[in-house]
C-alpha cells in the first residue's frame, strides 16, 4: 500500500492524473537541485530533452498562494529522468526530495549543487561526490554551568576563540554536537538509529570513482580563469546545516574536528531523507569558494557559475554511467 504526503484534494486534479501517466513510463533517475544559478546551468549544457507531451507537472498552490514545484520530466542521453529544484535549506530539500520519491516512480536520486570549500587541499572550481555527509547543525548549546552530554559527538568552546585569547569567561560556552535519529521503513515503526555519519549509495559511490580525471572547465569567461585545472575527488566527507559558512576559524574547527571537505545546506536532508525510504542516493558538490577565505565579497559571487557548470558536467557523466533508467 502506497501512503502519499500529498492532501487527497490535490491528488484528484490534473497534476496528478498527469504524473499517473509519466509514471507508466518509469522508473526514472530524480535530480534534485538547490537555486536557480544550478538549475541554469544544468540547462545550459543542452543535454535534458523534455517529455514531447508532459514537459513539467507544476505542484501549485496553498492557503498562501505562493508558487509550488515545478517537476521537469525528459530524458538525458536517453536515460529517463526527473529534475526539481527544492530551494535553499534543509527543509526544503527534504520536502522536495520526500515529494518527489512519493509522487513519481523514482528509484534513485542524483542531487548536485554548489558548496563552500572547507578542505585546503580542495580549490574553487573542484567537484566533490562525498561517501558521507554530517548534520553539522543539530546542537545543544550548552549552559556555561551545566555539564557535557556523553552523547554529543564534539564540542566547540567558543571561549577558545576570544581575542585577545583568554580575555575572561565567554558566556557563549560550548556548543555540543548531537547525532541525527534515522526512522527507516525497513525498521520497527517509531524505533530509530541514532547515527552522525549518513552515507551515499556504496554502489553509485563505486561507479562514481570512474568520473575522477574528468576533464572540468577552469575559466569563467575568456578573461577569468582559474590558475590550475579543477578536479574531481570522490570519497571526501561532507557537512550540512542550515548555516552560509563564511567564517575562516570554524571552517577550520568543522575540518579538524570531523574531517569536512564542504559546507552546504541541503545535502544531508536528502541523503537522510533516501536512506529513511531506502532509495540509492548520491550527492555531487562544486566548490565554489573557499569558506571564510577572503576579505570581503564571497567569491561564490565570482566563481559560482563555474562551480555550478562543473557539478553539471559531473552530474551528466554519472547518469551516462548508469545501468537501466533507458527509453523502452
Not at 507531451?53 to 529517463?80: A, C, M
Request: neutral net charge.
Amino acid at each position: 500500500m502506497s501512503v502519499l504526503a500529498i492532501p487527497s484534494k490535490r491528488r484528484r486534479g490534473s497534476s496528478f492524473s498527469t504524473i499517473k501517466q509519466l509514471n507508466r513510463k518509469g522508473p526514472y533517475i530524480g535530480l534534485i537541485t538547490v537555486y536557480s544559478p544550478e538549475e541554469e546551468a544544468f540547462f545550459r549544457t543542452g543535454a535534458f530533452k523534455p517529455d514531447a507531451k508532459h514537459p513539467f507537472v507544476d505542484l501549485s498552490g496553498s492557503k498562501y498562494d505562493v508558487e509550488g514545484r515545478r517537476y521537469r520530466v525528459g530524458k538525458i542521453n536517453g536515460k529517463k529522468v526527473v529534475f526539481v529544484r527544492c530551494g535553499v535549506g534543509m527543509t526544503n530539500a527534504a520536502a522536495a526530495t520526500q515529494q518527489m520519491l512519493d509522487l513519481f516512480d523514482v528509484t534513485g536520486i542524483v542531487h548536485f549543487g554548489i558548496s563552500g570549500n572547507l578542505n585546503d587541499s580542495m580549490s574553487i572550481g573542484d567537484v566533490t561526490i562525498a561517501k558521507q555527509f554530517a548534520h553539522t547543525g543539530l546542537w545543544n548549546w550548552l549552559n556555561p554551568n551545566g555539564t557535557m552530554d556523553p552523547a554529543d559527538v564534539a564540542y566547540l568552546e567558543v571561549g577558545s576563540y576570544n581575542v585577545p585569547e583568554g580575555d575572561g569567561v565567554n558566556l557563549l560556552g560550548q556548543i555540543g554536537y548531537s547525532t541525527e535519529q534515522l526512522f527507516s521503513v525497513s525498521r520497527e515503526p517509531n524505533t530509530a538509529v541514532s547515527l552522525w555519519w549518513m552515507e551515499v549509495s556504496q554502489q553509485w559511490l563505486q561507479l562514481a570513482r570512474s568520473l575522477e580525471g574528468m576533464e572540468l572547465e577552469r575559466c569563467v569567461n575568456s578573461s577569468l580563469c582559474l590558475p590550475e585545472k579543477p578536479k574531481l575527488v570522490v570519497g571526501l566527507n561532507g557537512a550540512t546545516s542550515n548555516i552560509f559558512l563564511d567564517n575562516a576559524a570554524y571552517r577550520d574547527f568543522l575540518f579538524q574536528t570531523f574531517e569536512v571537505s564542504s559546507s552546504d545546506m541541503e545535502s544531508s536532508a536528502v541523503v537522510m531523507t533516501c536512506l529513511s525510504n531506502r532509495i540509492p542516493v548520491i550527492a555531487i558538490r562544486g566548490m565554489s569558494d573557499l569558506a571564510g577565505g577572503q576579505s570581503g565579497e564571497n567569491a561564490m559571487d565570482t566563481y559560482g557559475s563555474l562551480a555550478a557548470l562543473n557539478t553539471a558536467k559531473a552530474v551528466l557523466k554519472f547518469i551516462s554511467k548508469l545501468p537501466g533508467y533507458n527509453s523502452r
